[in-house]
């Protein structure tokens, strides 16, 4: 069974950054990073495959970036530009599949997930 275990949160002002990490016990082809706020849906910030393909919600394009080292299996999520709506429980997430596939940044794509690390932000 995959285990993950995220880091990296914390309080920061509107306009401040904060990098996440996501240690991974174990191979993954799809990873993603979620994240949800009190009251709302689970809902998918970024993905990333083993090939280093990425993809990004509308919301965090141009200011979230998504990276992994694969030889340290270690996930990443580089959060620039921070703002209010960004403030939520966010978590690692892998689909333990070793087959190239596309992957699809949905909740239900996903079998392990981390226990999340909370990013608030203050204006």
């Known amino acids: 069974q995959v285990q993950l275990q995220e880091s990296g949160g914390g309080s920061v002002q509107s306009g401040g950054s904060l990098r996440l990490s996501c240690g991974v016990s174990?191979?993954?082809?799809?990873m993603a990073w979620f994240r949800q706020a009190p009251g709302k849906e689970r809902e998918g910030v970024a993905i990333?495959?083993?090939?280093?393909?990425?993809d990004y919600a509308d919301s965090v394009m141009g200011r979230f970036t998504i990276s992994q080292d694969n030889a340290k299996n270690t996930l990443y999520l580089q959060m620039n530009s921070l703002q209010p709506e960004d403030e939520a429980m966010y978590f690692c997430a892998a689909d333990a599949g070793l087959v190239r596939r596309r992957c699809v940044m949905g909740v239900k794509e996903f079998n392990y997930w981390g226990q999340g690390t909370q990013v608030t932000v203050s204006s």
């Open positions: 174990a191979a993954s082809y799809c």
């Open positions: 990333i495959d083993s090939t280093g393909a990425t």
